[in-house]
């Protein structure tokens, strides 16, 4: 069993930036794929990014290309997403998703662990 840990989220100016951290129990942490997901109020989770289990692979979302980059530290069984030039469209609950295997994966129903979510608010 892996539990994840979601800490950063808060309220912020639009054009601000905020750092989520996922901190996995995970003894073997670099066995998994790792994506940040996010569901505002009304709408469905959407896949934010992915990065693959050595980090060297990363998808992103084209709603966050240029403005979100996400990666991870091994060694600190930890997965950052870096949020930069926030919109109040980025407004939403930010999940933190772990899966075994290595390659980057796009589905929701890929993802075998979820933390308990950390809400971002983006104020206009």
Do not use: H
Not at 79 to 98: F, G, I, R
């Amino acid at each position: 069993q892996v539990q994840l840990v979601e800490s950063g989220g808060g309220l912020v100016q639009a054009g601000g930036s905020l750092r989520l951290s996922c901190a996995a129990s995970a003894r073997t942490f670099s066995w998994y794929a790792m994506g940040w997901f996010r569901q505002a109020p009304g709408k469905e989770r959407e896949l934010v990014a992915a990065i693959r289990w050595s980090g060297g692979n990363t998808y992103n979302a084209d709603s966050v290309k240029g403005r979100f980059t996400i990666s991870r530290d091994n060694a600190r069984n930890t997965v950052y997403l870096q949020m930069n030039s926030l919109k109040p469209e980025d407004t939403a609950v930010y999940y933190c998703a772990a899966a075994v295997g290595f390659a980057v994966l796009l589905e929701s129903r890929s993802y075998d662990y979820w933390g308990q979510g950390t809400q971002v608010t983006v104020s206009s």
